[in-house]
């Protein structure tokens, strides 16, 4: 008889350390993992289901630079690359995922709706661009040289960003969630001298501080709306901040408001639609599961009291919307789904 394939490797490389830790992916990761790395375990475990390779060896890792091993048989999931570079062992590996795109994302439209947030959101993209151009170039170079000798070299694609601190919780029915709009993050990094007054006018702090201001004016104006709002001191202070109470503020929400963070892509947005929330947005890159997703796109959060009370008058559309939210969830950013979209893509790239 043949011997039996072996089993498929995982080495969790989020921790402080960035030590690989060999991982199975149907437990929780090591503590004080990144807090998507939960995330992808479960997309992993989905994965397992329905992958026909076996003898592969799965990275979860921060590190575009460098991996433990490379080869045919190694598939590296990269997480939280802000500006999108592809990784140097792109070309050496058997396909690598990136969960905030494969390039960098503007996610606005800064000639045909001009504003300073879409302005200084514009000033970020091109920086991000020049960052990104040397790794994007070294790769396609890779590609074509691969292509004259007739060889492959590993694809490079984009999943979902993941989700961070949020309960699995029973789905509320829109009707018996108690606040109208919800928000729990922060606005900007905690940062002093130069890089602070860097932060403030940064598209995130900009974006959050307008959302905020609009969200508090609506609460003002009509009592009846509930704004359970609640600012923290900076992302690490919100990525450890209590998930039970962020898990149950967001299921007793309505609508969930997504300003953008240091990049289009956020958590909070697939949060919100795992939790059947109203996705009200501003900043959505052209990227699946974000582009199609069943959300309310504004132009600027001038627009959101006019939004807010729109939806408010129409609750057949809040409950389509809702309903919407959790079957794009179910299908196309779930832990399940990218299993499935994991699988998929490795299965056709062989």
């Not at 592969?56 to 590296?76: E, M, N, Q």
């Not at 408001?257 to 996705?279: D, H, K, N, Q």
Request: hydrophobic share 40%; proline share 8%; glycine share 8%.
């Amino acid at each position: 008889m043949p011997a039996p394939l072996a089993a498929n490797r995982y080495f969790n490389c989020v921790t402080p350390s960035r030590e690989p830790l060999e991982w199975d992916p149907h437990e929780a990761p090591a503590p004080e993992s990144w807090p998507n790395a939960g995330y992808f375990g479960r997309a992993f475990a989905a994965m397992e289901r329905t992958l026909r390779h076996r003898g592969l060896t799965f990275y979860l890792t921060f590190d575009i630079g460098a991996l433990p091993s490379y080869g045919p048989d190694v598939v590296a999931v990269v997480i939280d690359n802000e500006d999108a570079r592809i990784p140097a062992y792109a070309p050496r590996v058997r396909a690598t995922f990136l969960n905030l795109g494969t390039h960098p994302q503007l996610g606005c439209r800064p000639l045909t709706e001009p504003s300073l947030v879409n302005l200084m959101t514009f000033g970020v993209y091109a920086r991000d661009i020049a960052q990104w151009l040397p790794s994007g170039g070294a790769y396609a170079r890779e590609r074509l040289r691969a292509a004259l000798r007739g060889e492959r070299v590993g694809d490079v694609h984009a999943v979902p960003v993941g989700t961070f601190n949020q309960l699995d919780l029973p789905i509320k029915p829109l009707a018996e969630r108690p606040s109208t709009m919800v928000f729990a993050g922060s606005v900007t990094h905690q940062a002093h001298g130069l890089r602070g007054l860097k932060t403030k006018v940064a598209p995130k702090g900009l974006s959050r501080r307008a959302m905020l201001e609009e969200a508090e004016r609506i609460a003002a104006r009509h009592p009846d709306i509930t704004a359970d709002v609640g600012v923290t001191g900076a992302f690490w202070e919100s990525v450890h901040s209590d998930e039970e109470t962020y898990s149950r503020r967001m299921m007793d929400a309505q609508i969930s408001l997504v300003p953008r963070g240091t990049v289009p892509v956020t958590a909070r947005f697939l949060e919100s639609l795992r939790y059947g929330c109203i996705v009200v947005a501003d900043h959505l890159p052209p990227l699946w599961p974000y582009a199609q997703a069943p959300v309310v796109q504004l132009r600027d959060w001038g627009e959101l009291e006019p939004a807010v009370l729109g939806l408010l008058a129409d609750r057949e559309r809040m409950q389509a919307l809702h309903e919407q939210a959790l079957a794009w969830w179910h299908s196309a950013c779930s832990e399940a789904a990218t299993g499935r979209y994991l699988a998929g893509t490795l299965s056709a790239g062989s």
